[in-house]
């Protein structure tokens, strides 16, 4: 079986969560050390997608909420047969809202059934499957505050806070299931922040100290706020600058080179 060399990586979130400012960044992060790499959006990608997304977001469309599930569908579909599967293994794949983004808004922000929504996926998608999530999360007052100075509000962005509350607890709900899923707080810590305090980091450290160990480490940062490089020094002989290396962020899509 071959070994992966492009990774698929999401970005998800509620609106003003900072997800479409975090894409960029990294966007640009692999540009500047010349990755290969595409970005699309959902909904939208293709010509058509593009055109459900016009639809789906005016404020002039009153939509049913099974219409919002088709139209969404729809769209990836088309994405990833045109777009995904053309690219898949050949270059990095930046996704800015995915399958999750479906669960946490036509499911628990809407209420339709899961298990449909579930295998709609399914059959869209097939086997492929994301290799790293990247959920940004912001509170009440900072969204509100954002959606506020916002130039191009649609429809999704004049929903009822209650809504969104439900939204991003489905968000959080999905990330406690999924073993790489990086939570980007964007309330006050920059990403570069949230990246060195995520507990993934310290899987780089397993091999060295071992599961345990490094699970105090992960625990301890988290409790205290901390980088992991910060609580991995104190509580480990391992030198600084071999922390440096082994939990640089950037190693998070190197085991696919």
């Given amino acids: 079986m071959y070994k992966k060399k492009y990774p698929v990586i999401i970005f998800e979130g509620i609106e003003a969560s900072g997800k479409s400012t975090n894409i960029n960044n990294f966007s640009k992060f692999l540009k500047k050390n010349k990755y290969q790499f595409i970005k699309i959006r959902e909904p939208g990608g293709t010509k058509f997608s ?14 049913d909420k099974k219409t919002d599930l088709l139209l969404i569908l729809a769209s990836r579909s088309e994405n990833v047969s045109k777009i995904i599967y053309k690219n898949y293994q050949k270059k990095i794949i930046l996704i800015d809202r995915f399958s999750d983004s479906t669960i946490a808004y036509q499911h628990h922000g809407m209420g339709l059934n899961l298990n449909i929504i579930k ?8 086997k492929f499957k994301p290799d790293l999530t990247f959920l940004c999360t912001v509170n009440n007052k900072n969204m509100n505050n954002r959606l506020k100075i916002r130039s191009n509000n649609n429809r999704y962005d004049n929903f009822k806070i209650s809504f969104y509350n439900k939204v991003q607890k489905g968000f959080l709900k999905l990330s406690k299931n999924k073993k790489k899923y990086i939570l980007l707080d964007s309330n006050n810590s920059t990403p570069a922040e949230n990246l060195n305090r995520n507990p993934i980091l310290v899987t780089a450290l397993n091999p060295i100290i071992g599961y345990k160990k490094s699970a105090e480490i992960a625990k301890k940062a988290y409790a205290e706020k901390r980088a992991i490089i910060d609580v991995a020094e104190e509580m480990t002989t391992i030198e600084r600058k071999e922390l440096e290396s082994l939990l640089d962020p950037k190693n998070l899509i190197k085991p696919y080179f």
Wanted: a positive charge; proline letters at 0%.
């Fill in 50 to 63: 593009e055109k459900l997304r016009k639809i789906m977001l005016s404020k002039s469309n009153k939509l």
């Fill in 119 to 126: 295998n709609l996926n399914s059959y869209i998608i097939g």
